[in-house]
């Protein structure tokens, strides 16, 4: 059974701090991997995708790959107290495939 | 990005009726589309995998005659709840992916609200 794990949380950060979010997958088949945020009450909204090995950054947000220890991390830098949501990391293996959810990890900056 | 789009978002209805939710993927087109459901605090449940032109793939503990998918179009698929009752209010969410597009990235709806009374 194909299974994402993440740490539930919750996690608190100081503003201006760095928070740093992970999440492991059971699938090698595995090829692209999503960060997705969720405010309380609403729908998820993608932050990020990453499918190569390495880093990828958009703005404040770094995803980090690792395949082969079949890691995902997403650091988020100079953190905002809009920055507190659920943080939902993502796996699939094709887009015809529904992504595997883990079952977020709750970030609360403080301000 | 690509814009999913749900109608109603929230809906209330009477115990016993049933309820249609749309789900539109506005600029491309989507041959798969997931209906989730999530009930308060806790995690995204997935219910089924819709596919255009063919039945829906339910997941285990998903009633296929109670929860009725329609993927009719590229850009359209309904989920309808029969004979609703009170604990199916939940937040029900759609998702689609581009099939042109190489990340296979999935973008979701805003999410319907249904409450049964």
């Known amino acids: 059974q194909k299974e994402v794990e993440q740490n539930s949380g919750p996690l608190s950060v100081p503003e201006g701090a760095i928070a740093s979010l992970n999440c492991t997958y059971s699938d090698r088949g595995s090829q692209s991997f999503f960060w997705y945020r969720q405010y309380s009450g609403k729908s998820p909204e993608l932050i990020m995708f990453?499918?190569?090995?390495g880093d990828k950054e958009d703005g404040r947000f770094t995803a980090q790959l690792n395949k082969a220890s079949q890691y995902v991390s997403l650091l988020i830098r100079d953190s905002q107290p809009s920055d507190s949501a659920t943080y939902l990391c993502?796996?699939?293996?094709?887009?015809?495939?529904?992504?595997?959810f883990g079952k977020g990890t709750r970030l609360s900056v403080i301000a | 990005g690509a814009v999913v789009s749900q109608h109603p978002s929230r809906v209330i209805c009477k115990s016993g009726t049933s309820v249609k939710i749309e789900c539109r993927s506005l600029d491309f087109q989507a041959t798969t589309m997931f209906w989730y459901r999530q009930f308060p605090k806790k995690s995204l449940m997935l219910m089924a995998t819709s596919n255009e032109g063919s039945k829906a793939t339910y997941e285990q503990g998903v009633e296929k005659d109670k929860f009725l998918i329609n993927h009719a179009s590229l850009t359209l698929s309904t989920l309808t709840v029969t004979s609703a009752h009170p604990e199916d209010s939940s937040f029900y969410i759609c998702s689609a992916t581009n099939y042109r597009d190489i990340s296979n990235t999935i973008y979701f709806g805003e999410g319907s609200w249904l409450t049964v009374v």
């Open positions: 990453i499918y190569s090995n």
């Open positions: 993502a796996v699939t293996d094709t887009g015809n495939t529904p992504l595997v």
